[in-house]
């Protein structure tokens, strides 16, 4: 995906400024976004603006076609690439790049939409050198793969696509992994294609999910990578074929430059141009496995915590005191923020989230006790019968893992969690009677 080349483009410290924006203001948004959900339901996204029209006219004679995959971009709605379908005409000297994935940050209530998952993204149709030009400057790789097509498959593609440039046709529903900027452009030369693409690539797999395709192309951002994992439910955790994993730019290339069409099994895009060179932090192959990491850093803490707790001195049971009234916040606000998104959103991808059983929204009424600890006062009852309800739910996760129905990929979330929930909840019941 990316922002309309010209009209959108906007400097890295204005990103920078605005993800620090929405770092400290989520609690207040939340919020927003739960009374506009309530208030607004009907609320629609505004008309596409004229800029949507393609200038560009498509020839009686056949154009050529060719898929253009750039790299992943320094911006954190860059890391997963792009890809656009490129028109040439060669009695015109014209060359048209149909961009989906456009969105725009200044349109009416965008974040609230985001939100609620109700995006409304556009195709546009751009001159090809202004993009190239752009996508240079950020150092981002750019390659090439002229299409194999005949000629009325190639005329019939360049006419869907001046089509659904136009204003009335160019907004689209978004989703992250079925409906972005690589999948339309999967859909529309499958549909020139009769079918064919998604016949050879249904069914075929490597074994990857959306999960493991998102987190590792977002580990160059590891503390929003960690975020979007916290937020994707059992949905991201199937395991995909090579039709679905085509919501990732570079992926659709692969699948081109291997897909055979013709009665004479001739290759879709075999013939791959390097346009520019990458700049960019490339993503690994697979994300990090955080499973022995979290469990040494989860066993650290749950000993430590333990332990401090134990200690007679005032200041060191306030500072545990402290730290355990920062968690419990957290988990509390995490587990609102996953229930918003599962019961009041139409993000399905984080719907049903096991991660629930960690951040715990029954964490809130632990609060009081820990203020209570910071003066000194001993935990009451309910305190601690809601602490080791939190303990008893934490542990049905990690338990749950052995279950068919429970088969989200969050082992390293609860290894991590569940030692601290526990040293907290030993810290309550020590200090009953002090």
Same mark, same amino acid.
């Given at each position: 995906?990316?922002?309309?080349?010209?009209?959108?483009?906007?400097?890295?410290?204005?990103?920078?400024?605005?993800?620090?924006?929405?770092?400290?203001?989520?609690?207040?948004?939340?919020?927003?976004?739960?009374?506009?959900?309530?208030?607004?339901?009907?609320?629609?996204?505004?008309?596409?603006?004229?800029?949507?029209?393609?200038?560009?006219?498509?020839?009686?004679?056949?154009?050529?076609?060719?898929?253009?995959?750039?790299? +992943?971009?320094?911006?954190?709605?860059?890391?997963?690439?792009?890809?656009?379908?490129?028109?040439?005409?060669?009695?015109?000297?014209?060359?048209?790049?149909?961009?989906?994935?456009?969105?725009?940050?200044?349109?009416?209530?965008?974040?609230?939409?985001?939100?609620?998952?109700?995006?409304?993204?556009?195709?546009?149709?751009?001159?090809?050198?202004?993009?190239?030009?752009?996508?240079?400057?950020?150092?981002?790789?750019?390659?090439?793969?002229?299409?194999?097509?005949?000629?009325?498959?190639?005329?019939?593609?360049?006419?869907?696509?001046?089509?659904?440039?136009?204003?009335?046709?160019?907004?689209?529903?978004?989703?992250?992994?079925?409906?972005?900027?690589?999948?339309?452009?999967?859909?529309?030369?499958?549909?020139?294609?009769?079918?064919?693409?998604?016949?050879?690539?249904?069914?075929?797999?490597?074994?990857?999910?959306?999960?493991?395709?998102?987190?590792?192309?977002?580990?160059?951002?590891?503390?929003?990578?960690?975020?979007?994992?916290?937020?994707?439910?059992?949905?991201?955790?199937?395991?995909?074929?090579?039709?679905?994993?085509?919501?990732?730019?570079?992926?659709?290339?692969?699948?081109?430059?291997?897909?055979?069409?013709?009665?004479?099994?001739?290759?879709?895009?075999?013939?791959?141009?390097?346009?520019?060179?990458?700049?960019?932090?490339?993503?690994?192959?697979? +994300?990090?496995?955080?499973?022995?990491?979290?469990?040494?850093?989860?066993?650290?803490?749950?000993?430590?915590?333990?332990?401090?707790?134990?200690?007679?001195?005032?200041?060191?049971?306030?500072?545990?005191?402290?730290?355990?009234?920062?968690?419990?916040?957290?988990?509390?606000?995490?587990?609102?923020?996953?229930?918003?998104?599962?019961?009041?959103?139409?993000?399905?991808?984080?719907?049903?989230?096991?991660?629930?059983?960690?951040?715990?929204?029954?964490?809130?009424?632990?609060?009081?006790?820990?203020?209570?600890?910071?003066?000194?006062?001993?935990?009451?009852?309910?305190?601690?019968?809601?602490?080791?309800?939190?303990?008893?739910?934490?542990?049905?996760?990690?338990?749950?893992?052995?279950? +068919?129905?429970?088969?989200?990929?969050?082992?390293?979330?609860?290894?991590?969690?569940?030692?601290?929930?526990?040293?907290?909840?030993?810290?309550?019941?020590?200090?009953?009677?002090?």
């Amino acid at each position: 995906m990316r922002l309309r080349s010209r009209e959108w483009r906007v400097g890295k410290w204005e990103w920078e400024r605005r993800r620090l924006l929405v770092l400290i203001a989520f609690p207040c948004l939340l919020c927003l976004c739960v009374l506009t959900l309530i208030g607004d339901a009907k609320a629609q996204a505004p008309d596409a603006p004229a800029f949507n029209h393609s200038p560009f006219p498509i020839p009686d004679s056949p154009p050529t076609v060719s898929l253009l995959t750039v790299g +992943p971009g320094a911006i954190f709605f860059e890391r997963f690439g792009h890809n656009a379908l490129v028109v040439r005409d060669a009695a015109q000297g014209t060359a048209i790049a149909y961009n989906y994935g456009i969105f725009d940050f200044g349109e009416d209530d965008f974040l609230l939409n985001f939100a609620r998952g109700r995006m409304m993204y556009r195709l546009v149709a751009d001159d090809l050198d202004d993009d190239l030009d752009m996508y240079r400057e950020e150092g981002r790789g750019i390659t090439e793969q002229p299409l194999d097509l005949a000629p009325d498959q190639a005329r019939e593609l360049a006419r869907f696509l001046e089509w659904n440039a136009r204003p009335e046709n160019a907004r689209y529903r978004y989703d992250y992994f079925t409906a972005n900027c690589s999948t339309r452009v999967r859909d529309a030369l499958d549909r020139a294609l009769g079918g064919a693409l998604h016949a050879q690539t249904e069914g075929r797999s490597r074994g990857y999910t959306y999960r493991l395709d998102a987190l590792r192309l977002m580990a160059p951002e590891p503390w929003l990578m960690l975020v979007i994992d916290l937020g994707l439910g059992p949905y991201a955790d199937r395991r995909i074929d090579f039709w679905e994993e085509s919501f990732v730019p570079a992926t659709l290339g692969d699948v081109v430059a291997r897909a055979r069409v013709g009665a004479d099994g001739s290759m879709l895009g075999a013939q791959v141009e390097r346009v520019a060179q990458n700049h960019v932090e490339e993503p690994p192959a697979l +994300p990090p496995d955080l499973r022995w990491p979290f469990l040494g850093l989860g066993i650290a803490c749950g000993v430590a915590l333990g332990w401090l707790g134990t200690r007679p001195s005032r200041g060191v049971r306030a500072g545990v005191a402290a730290f355990a009234l920062v968690f419990e916040l957290a988990c509390a606000l995490g587990g609102a923020a996953l229930l918003f998104l599962w019961l009041a959103t139409e993000h399905r991808s984080a719907w049903r989230n096991e991660n629930l059983f960690l951040l715990d929204p029954l964490c809130l009424l632990l609060i009081p006790a820990w203020f209570g600890m910071l003066r000194g006062r001993a935990a009451r009852r309910f305190a601690r019968t809601v602490a080791w309800c939190v303990v008893a739910i934490a542990a049905f996760a990690l338990g749950s893992k052995i279950l +068919p129905w429970f088969e989200q990929a969050n082992l390293h979330w609860i290894v991590l969690l569940l030692p601290i929930h526990l040293a907290l909840a030993l810290v309550l019941q020590r200090r009953a009677t002090s």
